[in-house]
């Protein structure tokens, strides 16, 4: 069975000139074609690199999960329309070290920019994809967990019956 939440939030993305939107994944099962990515990890205060990921929902919760007490969720946040990052959902709510800005957001904790094929499963960058995301990710970043926690949005729903 598969469970998943979309919360859209609209706003101006410099990597495309289009707007960003944010996928939130809670999975009990989910598809993967390549069993290993070639991926780009960011950590905080370091610089790009890459590294392999094997491609299963548990292997890439543990994979987000650096720093945290427990394996976390994943988010993935799309960067264009064959790229996105792979983080911890929970970073700023437990914690986790603040990475990098994007989009008037901080992201925190490991993050890791995936390539993305048509049918929106992970895959491995290409060269190119690599060369652009590590330039773009490029230098570390201070920030304080103040500012990160400012960035945290939280929100309400009310659901209402239609009569």
């Known amino acids: 069975m598969?469970?998943?939440?979309m919360?859209?939030?609209y706003k101006y993305n410099p990597i495309v000139a289009a707007s960003d939107y944010r996928i939130n994944i809670f999975m009990e099962d989910l598809q993967m074609k390549q069993k290993i990515i070639e991926v780009l990890k960011v950590e905080p205060g370091r610089e790009p690199r890459l590294v392999h990921l094997t491609n299963d929902l548990?292997?890439?919760q543990t994979a987000v999960s650096v720093g945290a007490d427990y394996v976390g969720l994943i988010e993935i946040i799309p960067l264009n329309d064959d790229m996105?990052?792979?983080c911890n959902e929970e970073g700023k709510l437990i914690g986790l070290e603040p990475n990098r800005r994007l989009w008037g957001?901080?992201?925190c904790g490991v993050f890791y920019v995936t390539g993305q094929?048509?049918?929106g499963n992970l895959c491995s960058l290409t060269a190119?994809?690599?060369e652009y995301?590590?330039?773009f990710f490029a230098a570390p970043e201070k920030i304080s967990q103040e500012e990160a926690e400012a960035t945290l949005i939280t929100g309400f729903y009310i659901m209402q019956e239609e009569l």
């Open 105 to 107: 957001d901080v992201l």
């Open 58 to 60: 548990s292997a890439l």
């Open 133 to 135: 995301a590590k330039a």
């Open 128 to 130: 190119k994809q690599m």
């Open 2 to 5: 598969l469970f998943a939440s």
């Open 117 to 119: 094929d048509n049918e």
């Open 7 to 9: 919360n859209i939030y």
């Open 84 to 86: 996105c990052i792979l």
